[in-house]
């Protein structure tokens, strides 16, 4: 399968066209952003080892019965899937406490919460990805019904469902993550983007720590090793 027009560039991702209208190909990309773009960088191989880690995810994922637009991943950098039309709404699912929500309401950073917690985040970086709520969501016609937001949750929380255990197992806590998801061409709701270290925070279960994008956001150093450790956690390799 062959890229051609560039379709969309996010910040972390190009999206490409290909010969058939209902598959594109995204190439992850090496820069790094925080802060609503405010702090920027780059990893040489971020890239390929978010595409790696998410197609291994997805692939769990579609395993344990949840539609998602993955099909295939073509090289260290690019991944064959659906074209969707994206729901503006990130999905937060958080099963620790900290990062946001430790300092909107808060609470005790690395407090586990009583429950798991959904929550909805307007995909808007001009407004700097304000809170929803549900009545938000259907004002801004973001989804259509109420039913579709309640799919979303049902979606996140079947997900934090296979995940949550699934790293605890390669000792990983599974502290908060962002999904995102689309409208395929016969409208049904699937998940879309990456689950990579950038959009979701592991903290290793003996030691505490940090094997994720905080490494950035925070200035700890030590990105790319922890990236690649988290996936060679998921291949068995360690
Ligand atoms: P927080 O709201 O605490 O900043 O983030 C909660 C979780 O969602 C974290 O795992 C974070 O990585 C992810 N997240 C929230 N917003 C974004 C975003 O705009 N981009 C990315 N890559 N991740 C996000």
Same mark, same amino acid.
């Given at each position: ?24 190909? @995204? ?157 395929? @061409? ?53």
């Amino acid at each position: 399968m062959q890229k051609r027009e560039l379709l969309y560039e996010g910040k972390a991702k190009r999206v490409f066209l290909t010969d058939d209208k209902d598959l594109v190909i @995204s190439e992850f990309k090496d820069d790094l952003t925080a802060f609503n773009g405010e702090k920027r960088s780059s990893a040489v191989g971020k890239g390929a080892l978010n595409n790696k880690i998410s197609t291994e995810l997805f692939k769990l994922l579609e395993k344990n019965g949840i539609k998602t637009h993955f099909v295939k991943m073509l090289d260290d950098k690019h991944m064959l899937h659906t074209r969707v039309d994206v729901i503006l709404i990130e999905v937060i699912v958080r099963n620790i406490a900290t990062g946001s929500l430790t300092r909107n309401l808060g609470i005790e950073d690395g407090r586990v919460l009583p429950f798991t917690l959904v929550e909805f985040d307007y995909k808007d970086d001009d407004l700097g990805d304000p809170k929803l709520n549900d009545q938000h969501c259907l004002i801004l016609e973001l989804v259509e019904h109420q039913d579709e937001l309640d799919k979303l949750r049902r979606m996140a929380r079947q997900v934090n469902d296979v995940l949550k255990p699934y790293f605890e197992n390669i000792g990983l806590n599974l502290v908060d993550f962002k999904l995102e998801f689309g409208k395929d @061409s016969q409208g049904n709701i699937i998940l879309v983007d990456e689950i990579s270290p950038d959009n979701c925070r592991f903290w290793d279960i003996k030691s505490g720590e940090k094997m994720d994008k905080d490494r950035f956001r925070q200035g700890l150093g030590g990105l790319k090793v922890a990236y690649e450790e988290v996936l060679n956690r998921i291949l068995g390799k360690v």
